[in-house]
C-alpha cells in the first residue's frame, strides 16, 4: 500500500483544479491531485480542446489546450505530486493530534491531507450512446473530437443540438468536404449566435431526423438517415455524436456530503458540510451560482485560503496579493 502525505488533496484535474493547485503552492502547501481521467485538463481536454473559449479573463479568445497547457504551467511551480487516472472511493476524518482528512484510491493508494478540495466539475462522466453507432466507436464514430485534422476532406456527420454539436459542425466545415448537422427536433439547445453562425456557414441542417444505421466494410462509408419518415442514404465516413454525457458524482455521494441535484453544498467559504472538506468549480451548488471556467477560479482561491486556516489555525485567510510575494 502505497500513502501519500500532503497539507491539500485536490480531487479534479481540470481549470478550476489546475487553478487551485497552483494557488495552495503560493499558500506553501504541498499538493497531491487525483483525476480518473489519464490526462490533466479535465472536460477541456477530454471534450473540447480545439474549442476558443471566450470567458476567461484577460483572454479575447483562448483554445481549450492552450489554456490547460498555461494551467498546467502554472501549476506546476507548486510541485504537485498528480495522482491520475484513479478515483477517489474512501472518506475518513481524523481528529485530535493528527486532526486531517484520509482518502482511499481504487489503486489502494491512501492520501493523508489536512484538508480536502473538490474540483471534479460534473463527476465523472460518459457519453450519452447512439442507438445505431454500437458496433461503429473507433471505426469511424466518435463521441469528442480532440483535434480536427483527421476529418479533413471527409463527410461528417454530426449528430445532436447542443453546443458541442454546433461548435465541431463550426470548426470543422472549413476543412470537411461536407458536413451535416442532424437533430431530431427543430430547436436546438446550443447557444444562439453560434446556431446563427452555423446557418449562415456551407453545413447542411437536417431536423426531425435520426441517424438509423450506418455501413461500411472496416470503417463507416455511409448512414441512413429518417427525416420525417422517410429514408435515405448519405455518404459519410466520419460521425461525430454529440448526445451530451451522463455524470456520476461516484462514491463522493456516499461520504455524507450535502448533495443537492449531482452538485455539491457549499457556503461562501466554499465549505461543505464534512469538517475540512471544500469544493470548487461547477462541482458547487449555491445561490446564485454561475457555471464558468471564470467563476471557478475565484472559487479555488476563495477554497485554498479557507482551507489554509483549516490545515493551519494560526494562519491568515487573506495573504497578501501574489504581486507583493517575495
Known amino acids: 500500500m502505497t500513502t501519500v502525505d500532503v497539507d491539500l488533496l485536490i480531487i479534479g484535474a481540470g481549470p478550476t483544479g489546475l487553478f487551485a493547485t497552483y494557488y495552495a503552492g503560493f499558500r506553501g502547501h504541498r499538493v497531491a491531485v487525483v483525476d480518473s481521467l489519464p490526462e490533466l485538463g479535465g472536460q477541456v481536454t477530454a471534450m473540447y480542446p480545439e474549442k476558443q473559449i471566450l470567458d476567461v479573463a484577460g483572454f479575447p479568445s483562448v483554445k481549450g489546450r492552450d489554456l490547460v497547457e498555461g494551467l498546467v504551467a502554472q501549476a506546476n511551480t507548486a510541485k504537485p505530486e498528480y495522482l491520475l487516472e484513479r478515483t477517489a472511493t474512501t472518506f475518513a476524518e481524523r481528529t485530535g493530534d493528527d486532526a486531517g482528512v484520509t482518502v482511499g484510491l481504487d489503486d489502494g493508494t491512501v492520501v493523508r491531507a489536512g484538508a480536502l478540495l473538490i474540483t471534479a466539475g460534473i463527476g465523472k462522466f460518459s457519453p450519452r450512446a447512439l442507438p445505431a453507432g454500437a458496433d461503429w466507436v473507433g471505426r ?55 446556431v446563427e453562425q452555423v446557418r449562415a456557414s456551407s453545413v447542411e441542417i437536417v431536423t426531425r431526423a435520426e441517424v438509423t444505421a450506418l455501413r461500411g466494410r472496416t470503417t463507416v462509408e455511409e448512414v441512413d438517415l429518417v427525416v420525417d419518415g422517410a429514408t435515405s442514404t448519405r455518404p459519410c465516413q466520419a460521425v461525430v455524436a454529440a448526445l451530451g454525457f451522463i455524470a456520476d458524482l461516484g462514491p463522493i455521494q456516499g461520504w455524507g456530503i450535502e448533495v443537492s441535484k449531482r452538485h455539491v453544498v457549499v457556503d461562501a467559504a466554499m465549505r461543505t458540510n464534512l469538517p475540512r472538506v471544500f469544493a470548487a468549480g461547477d462541482i458547487t451548488e ?39 510575494a517575495p
Open 286 to 324: 449555491y445561490d446564485g451560482k454561475v457555471r464558468l471556467i471564470a467563476v471557478g477560479f475565484g472559487e479555488a482561491a476563495t477554497a485554498v485560503n479557507n482551507a489554509t486556516v483549516a490545515i493551519d489555525p494560526s494562519a491568515h485567510v487573506f495573504p497578501g496579493h501574489s504581486s507583493e
Open 140 to 194: 469511424g464514430l466518435e463521441f469528442f473530437v480532440p483535434s480536427f485534422a483527421p476529418y479533413a476532406g471527409k463527410d461528417v456527420v454530426i449528430v445532436g443540438g447542443g453546443d458541442s454539436a454546433f461548435d465541431w459542425a463550426l470548426h470543422l466545415e472549413p476543412i470537411a468536404r461536407s458536413v451535416t448537422l442532424v437533430h431530431r427536433r427543430e430547436a436546438f439547445r446550443a447557444h444562439e449566435r453560434t
